[in-house]
């Protein structure tokens, strides 16, 4: 038997408990040997809970019992449950992890330590929730070279655009209208200006290039200044608006952003609504592949912690390879980078900026006091200098090829 400690309590972790016992059967066939939760650690107690008796508050309980052989980190955050995946490992006990963060700041270097001590670090949880895409790029890709990762990977930010695209509402109200289901924290910040999908496309552009892509080095703008006005006229020209996290390995260099972009009806992540993620996979054989599925949620993200504990049990005592040195990729800089652009200009703006941007697409819905257009294909660092000689606009939004 194989048993197993739960680090943190809450959502995702009383998720981990709900599925071992739940699948139980199932599991321990996929896993060749019974699993069993012998320890949960939490600061809080649980009285009346089924599992109250497995309680700890003492990390080092877990840590010194020989008959625990894989950790769930669900605890989140970089300062304890580092340093607990830290020691676990270095005391050769397999981790598995939703964290984000952590995997994200200490990733290769939790991936180190886990071979040096014969056991394992995974995180299939820590992208896409229940969607299936650390193993791919890890395992199911290995003949491919992968040049470009495109991905829808926040789920609070798509409903909210969701919402917006098929409601005609604004961000305020949809947003408000988010945390009052649970979709949305009290402070979302994380999701609303981008930093939660910058560190998952940091981890899967990691994968994609074997090296260690820092998710401070990744341009990140998030969907605070996305107005119902802005919908419209991507309703106009057949798009939508999406929080894409992109990255892709190209001649001019390495390339990495989160941000909004307009993405036509053509596009297979046009489709991809609400709570809903997918990450877009190109590779140089394959060409393109997807992954769709519940971006987050108790029960989607606990399961993907689970496979990771079937694949240590699998696994004993032997290192499941994963690509990701410590070697630095160097992100270009975004201004490099080129794209059409849509912007919105106050009217009186309208000769000046058609003498600015030249050729352009005029875009009209009927609102007098703007001028709205679609440029050229031109890099961010020319599109950036037309608008400053302008004197700013009132939107733009890139514009997925």
């Known amino acids: 038997m194989i048993q197993i400690a ?3 309590y809450g959502t995702v972790g009383s998720g981990v408990v709900e599925v071992i016992e739940t699948n139980k059967a199932d599991i321990n066939k996929k896993a060749g040997e019974d699993l069993a939760v012998k320890y949960i650690l939490d600061l809080r107690e649980f009285p009346g809970d089924p599992y109250e008796k497995k309680v700890v508050h003492d990390f080092d309980v877990i840590l010194k019992d020989d008959e625990v052989k894989v950790i769930c980190e ?8 580092y340093d607990y995946t830290k020691k676990a490992l270095l005391a050769g006990k397999s981790v598995c992890t939703s964290n984000k963060e952590l995997v994200a700041a200490h990733g290769p270097e939790l991936l180190r330590l886990a071979r040096e001590n014969h056991c394992n670090y995974l995180f299939e949880a820590s992208v896409g929730g229940g969607i299936p895409i650390i193993r791919p790029l890890n395992y199911s890709l290995t003949a491919e070279h992968i040049d470009g990762i495109t991905g829808i990977l926040n789920g609070t ?20 209208e988010a945390q009052d289901k649970g979709y949305a924290e009290r402070n979302p910040e994380a999701d609303v200006e981008g930093y939660d999908a910058c560190r998952k496309i940091a981890i899967l552009s990691s994968l994609m290039t074997g090296k260690s892509v820092h998710y401070e080095d990744i341009y990140t703008e998030g969907i605070t200044k996305i107005t119902a006005a802005d919908f419209k006229y991507a309703k106009q020209m057949n798009k939508s608006v999406k929080l894409l996290a ?11 952003m989160v941000a909004p972009f307009m993405i036509s009806r053509e596009h297979p992540l046009y489709s991809v609504n609400d709570v809903f993620n997918a990450v877009y996979v190109h590779g140089n054989m394959l060409g393109d592949s997807m992954y769709y599925g519940r971006g987050a949620g108790k029960l989607p993200t606990a399961s993907a912690v689970v496979s990771d504990v079937v694949d240590c049990a699998r696994h004993q005592g032997k290192t499941i390879m994963c690509f990701w040195d410590e070697e630095k990729v160097k992100v270009a800089d975004v201004g490099g980078a080129k794209r059409k652009f849509f912007v919105r200009v106050s009217a009186d703006k309208r000769e000046a900026a058609m003498a600015a941007f030249g050729a352009l697409a005029e875009i009209n819905v009927g609102i007098a006091e703007e001028f709205a257009f679609m440029t050229q294909t031109m890099s961010e ?11 700013g606009c009132l939107n733009r939004i890139r514009i997925m090829a």
């Open 6 to 8: 739960v680090l943190g």
């Open 74 to 81: 669900t605890m989140g955050g970089t300062t304890y449950a």
């Open 157 to 176: 930010t798509n409903y909210i655009l969701t919402k917006m695209d098929k409601e005609g509402a604004d961000f305020e109200d949809v947003l408000k």
């Open 246 to 256: 992109f990255s892709q390995d190209t001649e001019d260099g390495f390339f990495a």
């Open 381 to 391: 660092k020319d599109f950036d200098e037309k608008v400053e000689k302008l004197g």
